[in-house]
């Protein structure tokens, strides 16, 4: 127990930021901002798969159906050595291993965002779209003014649960030498050599803080949005004039 | 490097065997630590059902634990930091003996299990009570029941999650490379190494990723099929 603190002493440093004014920013800043930037590329991309998965031209949907199932299929660290080859060689230079690991999972949880996008537009009733369409909207004004702002809506508890599955997907940036919290935790781990416990506990209790309370946040606010959708004031108002008395 | 495919040099000889094995080892791999994680699943959830306030807080703290902490740090745990907690003799016996193999099997099935026992666990609360108390009215017992009304009809809730948890799970072997075990993205990184087939290679084994992934997927499909049917009847 005592090594524990007087690890977290000597070390706090690394693990919150690496090496960072003398280096690359590492640590548990880098896992932050590594996911974050992920989620931020990523939600745009699977956001055009989900749409091209349920739109009516089949190609598009296939091309997205493929996309998603072959990603879904491979493992995360094969996903990580193909980007570490095949990025190099698309633009013709080196890039240094948070650019490649960014590339990576944004490919990666793209698939997966896709099929959360698309779960949300299915669970939509499908009357949204009609009405939509029936008032003369075309189809991608229809998707954009009516179908996505409300699906958009209902998904936000699976993008935060999406986002934790990135951060803990962000530690196979160790197997590149992306200097993340799980690197930074190695390195403590090589120069101490004789307390792997400690160490490895401080690193386990950092990501479970950050998970936990982003799992917390996701089912916190899956409650606020049931309870909206029990009681809204419009659904509310809508009853309340079909049941009036005609005058 | 080389502008054609040329699969011969990793296909045959001594790598193509290496890739085999890696296979074969992926394959022990997923199935042991399946065997151990459906194990300890049913364990948990019949913990939890026990209904007794130490039994549900301590396999509460066992999911928040796996559920919350990245599957490579736990696998790292098990290798790096659980052994020195045990005595030297062990120590020495588990290195003349593949230990990396043991203890990824150990994190990967432990990790597994936390996901399978909430799956099972949500697949039996989707069914409501009046099941339970229509079939104890009919003069069944706990047991009874269990067996022909609400096990048949949870299984069919929670197989999906089941069959996508499992698929996670053959994924996740690939964890083990970080660990030293010669499973098929180690072998793939060695052959590498060796050949620099580089686009080769990796073909080759994400194709044989895709390949059981996309079973298992298929048959999971088949298998929530019979059970929809079966249940229609």
Known sequence: MLDFFSIIQQNWLLFLVGQYPNGPLGGIACTLLLSLLAMLFAIPVGLLLGMARVSPWRWLSYFAAAWVYVLRGIPLVMVVFWTYF???????RNVDGFTTMLCTLVVYESAYIAEIVRAGIQALPSGQYEAARAMGMSYLKAFRLIVLPQALYNMLPSMISQLVSIIKDSTLGYVINVQELTFAANQVNNQLLTKPFAVFAIVALSYYIICFSLTWLASHVEQRIARKRLN??????AKAALLAPKP | MNNTLDFGVVLHGQYGAMLLSGIALTLQLALGSWLLAMALAVLLVLLRLANQRVTTAVVAVYVSYHRNVPTLIQLMIWYFAIPTLLPASIQLWLNNFNSEFIFSLIALGLCQAAYFSEDIRSGLRAIPDGQTEASRALGMGYIRSMQLVILPQSIRNALPALINHTVLL?????????????ELTYATREIENYTFRTFEVYLLSSAAYLACSLLLMGVGAILAQRYQRALAR
């Open chain 1, 86 to 92: 095949c990025v190099p060689l698309l633009l013709g």
């Open chain 2, 170 to 182: 053959f994924k996740n072997t690939s964890l083990a490379m970080v660990i030293g075990v010669a």
């Open chain 1, 232 to 237: 809204s004031p419009s659904a509310g108002a």
